[in-house]
């Protein structure tokens, strides 16, 4: 305590300015608040307490007392997450859950289960309630303005936006097209998903994308069968040899992909 | 009819509403505020959810009272309750299925709550995803991760994900980490 008596005013903010770090740097790392001597903190503030004269002083002296609220607000908040049921040292938790298998961790899940019980069921009152809607509904054309379409342009990049940012080279891209239209050529009229579908979803979305753009050159062509819910691809050429006469209006056609039906188509193959 | 008796009858009207309020759904998160049932049951509410609560007790359910701003309520704390949220829950865990959810979706959930709850209720999106993709690939793991947040398991804040007003209602926490560290 000694060291407290007699110190220069230097002394004295250079005391308070490493205390008032140290409760920063509580507060930002997330280290133990019980790092820092509450007791001795306010003994040093005391000690200065008097020696304060100018409005600087006070200031610090306000701020350093205002830290150390935060740091005791720290420590209550330690102690009651360490004491509620709950807390679980971090490492250990996370070195368990890694060494559990799915099947072990599920059932932990549904031991510890207790599901909402809840029905939905539209009742009369409800229906008419859907139907007085329905009729004070205008038609959609008097309400367009309620579904505004996307500003698709401006948030969107196309690929010469994608190699203006050197995200890309249009060699890199032309190589990759060539590559997927030589693997069609190779295979012939294919069903789509086949063709598309690879060993990893992300290979299966890029070459969906990178097909697309064979489609739009009118390189690849798409032979849609609705009522079997079938899309097959072949190369151009493949189409004109069979149809060559045949004219039909082009078109866009959205053609979904989704992990799950990925997922089911390598299963699918996985199986044959 | 004595008075007794018309207040037996009182009584009964009043718990089969409050059932039918609870049982069946009327906003996108189940159960009821407990204003809801002060306006519909009246200042009793809270005698008439304990009746319904021992008639549901023979069939295995009870009614909980979760707050908005997280943790279970005790009962008694009547002005508090206005707030909070009653739903109807199973009292004892579901042993047998009760779900149609992939046993990797439950392995999954179970280890982002752990995960959760061990860190002290808060926890970066990206440190979940890192910490799931041990076992699942990253597309699953985000497709998952989605989908917790859809049906109210987690919540996500500002890129941290926390727990979920589901979670609160459905899951012993204290009991989900008792197995995974027993």
Redesign the interface.
């Given at each position: 305590m000694k060291f407290y008596k007699v110190p220069g005013k230097q002394m004295k903010f250079d005391e308070l300015f490493r205390l008032l770090n140290f409760c920063k740097t509580i507060q930002t790392e997330g280290t133990d608040p019980f790092d820092l001597d509450v007791k001795k903190f306010l003994e040093t503030l005391k000690q200065y307490h008097k020696k304060w004269k100018s409005l600087d002083d006070l200031l610090l002296d306000a701020e350093a007392i205002a830290e150390l609220a935060k740091i005791i607000e720290l420590q209550g908040k330690w102690i009651k997450?360490r004491s509620s049921?709950?807390y679980?040292?971090?490492v250990?938790?996370?070195l368990?859950?890694?060494m559990?298998e799915?099947?072990q961790?599920?059932?932990?899940?549904?031991?510890?289960?207790?599901?909402?019980?809840?029905?939905?069921?539209i009742t009369p009152q409800r229906l008419t309630e859907g139907l007085a809607y329905w009729d004070a509904l205008l038609p959609l054309g008097e309400r367009i303005d309620e579904f505004p379409f996307p500003s698709a342009v401006k948030s969107t990049f196309d690929i010469e936006d994608l190699i203006e940012l050197n995200i890309l080279s249009k060699t890199e891209f032309d190589d990759s097209i060539r590559a997927v239209l030589n693997e069609l050529e190779v295979r012939g009229r294919i069903e789509y998903h086949d063709f598309i579908y690879g060993a990893s979803?992300?290979t299966s979305v890029k070459k969906a994308y990178l097909t697309s753009y064979l489609v739009n050159e009118g390189k690849a062509e798409l032979d849609i069968n609705p009522l079997e819910e079938e899309v097959f691809i072949s190369p151009s050429y493949y189409t004109n040899v069979n149809a060559q006469a045949h004219h039909t209006q082009s078109r866009s056609i959205p053609i979904s992909l989704s992990?799950e039906d990925w997922l089911q188509w390598m299963q699918k193959r996985n199986q044959e | 009819m004595d008075a007794e008796e018309e207040s037996g009858i009182r009584t009964e009207r009043k718990v089969k509403k409050a059932a039918q309020l609870l049982?069946?759904?009327r906003h996108r998160i189940?159960?009821v505020k407990g204003w809801e049932l002060k306006k519909a049951l009246g200042d009793d509410y809270v005698e008439v959810i304990a009746v319904l609560n021992s008639v549901l007790d023979t069939l295995g359910?009870e009614v909980?009272l979760i707050s908005e701003e997280g943790g279970e309520k005790e009962e008694g704390e009547e002005k508090k309750a206005e707030r909070d949220r009653f739903?109807?829950?199973?009292?004892?865990?579901?042993?047998e299925k009760?779900?149609g959810e992939r046993?990797?979706n439950?392995?999954?959930?179970?280890?982002t709550?752990?995960?959760i709850?061990?860190?002290?209720g808060k926890v970066p999106r990206k440190a979940v995803e890192e910490?799931l993709s041990?076992?699942f690939p990253k597309?699953?793991v985000y497709?998952a991760i989605d989908r917790y947040i859809k049906q109210g398991y987690v919540g996500e804040d500002d890129k941290a994900l926390y727990i979920g007003w589901?979670t609160r209602?459905?899951?012993?926490?204290?009991?989900?980490?008792d197995?995974?560290?027993s």
């Open positions: 997450d049921s709950f679980i040292d971090p250990l938790l996370e368990k859950l890694k559990l799915p099947q961790l599920a059932t932990a899940f549904f031991k510890s289960w207790h599901p909402i019980i809840s029905l939905d069921r979803f992300e992990y | 049982f069946f759904r189940p159960g359910m909980k739903m109807i829950v199973l009292k004892s865990p579901v042993i009760a779900s046993i990797d439950i392995a999954m959930l179970s280890a709550l752990a995960y709850i061990s860190k002290q910490f041990d076992k597309q699953r497709f589901r209602a459905e899951v012993d926490r204290k009991a989900l980490l197995l995974i560290l």
